[in-house]
């Protein structure tokens, strides 16, 4: 295991995530969704008895819509500037768009009610931080970002104008997920070192680390997906191989950090070549 030397910046306390969940589409809704909007179900999120989504039209105007439950378009939002999304989540009866303003050169968190009627916006970091991921709880904002540092990226949390930044010596880190984890959260992203490991990380809501785990499948990681079932931690890794090839792994942790299991999964790199 790796020595993790943490940098810290005042204290953080999670409270427990509330976003919906789409509800399941059948294979011709999706076909459907994907001919007319060009987007994929998993774009779609539950909102007040209805669907939205964002979606950046390609003449690089950003719209955000709400769909009936026929997904037929009831509201519509254009949002103003020049704004790389990254996530859209649902709290409550409130809408929350992580983004990247490319005129400030900052990410940004833009808030609108349930009309689409922007309250807020507000940015996160310094000027050329990457935003990641972005959580919201009963006590406030959360957002993760990528920030830079001697040459080298380093993993930075804030929670409203209260960074926390952190990282491995010598080693780049970057996060790609946040999710809420008992008291505290799990962190999911990557770490360069010779290759490239996926790195999963647990803290308290004091922000002190409690354990990480540098997982190594091949020769690069990547974190895919970061799941919270329960005191089990679910995290999807794309790994590339020693032959080129990109692998899919389910690996499952308890909350102590101990791997569980650790299981392949099938992909089309895996049906021999006469069969392709």
């Given at each position: 295991?790796?020595?993790f030397?943490l940098?810290?910046?005042?204290?953080?306390f999670i409270?427990?995530?509330?976003?919906?969940?789409?509800?399941?589409?059948d294979?011709?809704?999706e076909?459907k969704?994907l001919?007319?909007?060009?987007?994929?179900?998993?774009?779609?999120?539950?909102?007040?008895?209805n669907?939205?989504?964002?979606?950046?039209?390609?003449d690089?105007?950003?719209?955000i819509?709400?769909?009936?439950?026929?997904y037929?378009?009831?509201?519509k939002h254009t949002i103003k500037?020049?704004i790389?999304?990254?996530?859209?989540v649902v709290f409550?009866?409130?809408l929350?768009?992580?983004?990247y303003?490319?005129?400030?050169?900052?990410?940004l968190?833009i808030?609108l009610?349930?009309n689409?009627?922007?309250?807020?916006?507000?940015?996160?970091?310094?000027?050329f931080?990457?935003?990641?991921?972005i959580?919201?709880t009963k006590d406030?904002?959360?957002?993760?970002v990528?920030?830079?540092?001697n040459?080298n990226?380093?993993i930075k949390?804030i929670?409203n104008n209260t960074?926390?930044?952190?990282?491995?010596?010598?080693?780049?880190?970057?996060i790609?997920?946040?999710?809420s984890f008992?008291?505290?959260?799990?962190?999911?992203?990557?770490?360069q070192?010779?290759?490239?490991?996926?790195?999963?990380?647990?803290l308290d809501?004091?922000?002190k680390?409690l354990?990480?785990?540098?997982l190594?499948?091949g020769l690069e990681?990547?974190v895919?997906?970061?799941?919270?079932?329960d005191d089990?931690?679910i995290?999807t890794?794309?790994?590339?191989?020693y032959t080129?090839?990109?692998e899919e792994?389910?690996?499952?942790?308890d909350?102590?950090?101990?791997v569980?299991t650790?299981?392949k999964?099938?992909t089309?790199?895996d049906?021999p070549?006469?069969?392709?």
């Amino acid at each position: 295991m790796k020595k993790f030397s943490l940098m810290l910046v005042g204290a953080l306390f999670i409270g427990c995530n509330s976003q919906p969940q789409v509800k399941s589409i059948d294979v011709n809704t999706e076909l459907k969704i994907l001919k007319k909007y060009n987007i994929d179900k998993s774009k779609l999120l539950k909102f007040n008895n209805n669907y939205v989504f964002e979606i950046l039209e390609t003449d690089g105007t950003l719209n955000i819509y709400i769909l009936d439950k026929n997904y037929n378009i009831v509201k519509k939002h254009t949002i103003k500037g020049v704004i790389e999304p990254k996530k859209l989540v649902v709290f409550k009866d409130k809408l929350y768009l992580l983004g990247y303003d490319q005129k400030e050169n900052k990410p940004l968190v833009i808030t609108l009610d349930k009309n689409l009627n922007e309250l807020n916006r507000k940015f996160y970091g310094q000027k050329f931080d990457t935003p990641r991921d972005i959580l919201i709880t009963k006590d406030g904002i959360i957002v993760g970002v990528t920030t830079y540092k001697n040459g080298n990226s380093i993993i930075k949390i804030i929670k409203n104008n209260t960074p926390h930044i952190f990282g491995i010596s010598n080693q780049n880190t970057n996060i790609n997920f946040i999710k809420s984890f008992k008291d505290g959260f799990i962190i999911g992203g990557e770490v360069q070192n010779e290759t490239g490991n996926a790195l999963i990380v647990c803290l308290d809501k004091n922000f002190k680390v409690l354990w990480l785990r540098d997982l190594d499948l091949g020769l690069e990681e990547n974190v895919k997906k970061l799941t919270i079932k329960d005191d089990l931690i679910i995290t999807t890794i794309l790994s590339q191989n020693y032959t080129g090839m990109e692998e899919e792994w389910d690996i499952r942790i308890d909350k102590n950090g101990k791997v569980l299991t650790q299981n392949k999964n099938f992909t089309i790199n895996d049906i021999p070549l006469q069969f392709k």
